[in-house]
């Protein structure tokens, strides 16, 4: 089973990467993507970790926000872990998130919600990109909601009075990053309307202008009409189709490989990287 799209704790999974490539194993897993939120910090120690039987895809999820405002998530796979101008836009962007959660602290006191980055920061390993779901946990931990979930559903989510973005790159310019750094890029749940607006089917032209290769077409939060509304894009602009679970450890209920993709598509996104760098033992 091929899945293309895991975080870990160097995000806002729950799992370091050695205890993620060791479950991905025991769970029938031979190819996995570790795509922490705009980092590749966890790659060394997935790597690390790696056994017979399992081979290692290095990969990010970059947040970006499009012309219109919209959030999006670019998966970038197989690219050159040391590209410069990519690495440096993620630690921008990483940065980035450290004044925005200030922001949001800033909100939820106003409103007497009594948190502080102190606490949020207790939530985070080491060099680990901060997020919405540390604040959860440090909400929780405070007894103010019961889980990551509902944290979201009350106060977290995209469109609530105490949500503020982060800087992030546009994603024709994140695609144009990842394909200069050699590797590939694949759109990650681009229906899922739950998390807020998603972009429109105009948009996705701009994106297949700047060479997007690929679409998260199996994934949780796409309904079966979205599935196919996405297959039929794909379709008719060459898209590669991925499916992936997008597994966050205990963070969510996301169970590894629940979905997967399909080895013939895998084998034409590997062939569109300008080298092969699957990462074997
Ligand atoms: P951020 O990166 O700070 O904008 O936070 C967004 C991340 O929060 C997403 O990548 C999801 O992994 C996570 N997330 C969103 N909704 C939920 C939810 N209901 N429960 C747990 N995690 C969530
Ligand atoms: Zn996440
Ligand atoms: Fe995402
Ligand atoms: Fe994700």
Redesign the pocket.
């Known amino acids: 089973m091929i899945d293309l799209h895991t975080?870990s704790n160097f995000?806002?999974g729950t799992d370091s990467p050695a205890e993620l490539i060791n479950k991905a194993l025991a769970a029938g897993v031979k190819i996995i993507a570790l795509t922490d939120?705009d980092s590749v910090a966890g790659i060394a120690q997935a790597s690390a970790a790696l056994r017979p039987g399992i081979s290692l895809v290095a990969g990010a999820?970059i947040?970006c926000q499009s012309d219109e405002g919209v959030?999006v998530?670019m998966l970038g796979l197989l690219f050159d872990t040391e590209n410069k101008e990519l690495i440096a836009t993620m630690d921008k962007t990483r940065e980035n998130?450290h004044g925005?959660?200030q922001r949001i602290i800033e909100r939820l006191n106003e409103a007497g919600i009594a948190i502080s980055i102190d606490d949020v920061l207790a939530e985070l390993a080491d060099g680990a990109?901060?997020?919405?779901?540390h604040?959860?946990d440090a909400l929780v931990k405070k007894g103010v909601v019961k889980?990551?979930?509902e944290?979201?559903?009350q106060m977290?989510?995209?469109k609530s009075k105490f949500y503020v973005a982060?800087y992030s790159p546009t994603p024709v310019e994140a695609i144009r990053l990842i394909k200069a750094a050699g590797g590939v890029a694949v759109i990650a749940h681009p229906m899922a309307s739950h998390?807020g607006r998603t972009i429109s089917f105009e948009s996705f032209g701009d994106l297949i202008t700047a060479g997007l290769d690929g679409v998260e077409v199996d994934h949780r939060d796409h309904s079966p009409d979205e599935k196919n509304a996405l297959i039929q894009l794909a379709r008719e602009n060459n898209l590669v189709m991925t499916g992936a679970s997008?597994y966050?450890g205990n963070?969510?209920l996301n169970q590894l490989a629940e979905y997967t993709t399909h080895p013939e598509q895998w084998e034409r996104l590997e062939a569109l990287a300008t080298e092969r760098r699957v990462i074997t033992l």
């Open positions: 975080h995000s806002d939120h999820e947040s959030s998530h998130r925005r959660m990109t901060l997020g919405r779901p604040l959860a889980s990551r979930d944290a979201f559903t977290l989510h995209n982060h998390r997008d966050h963070g969510k």
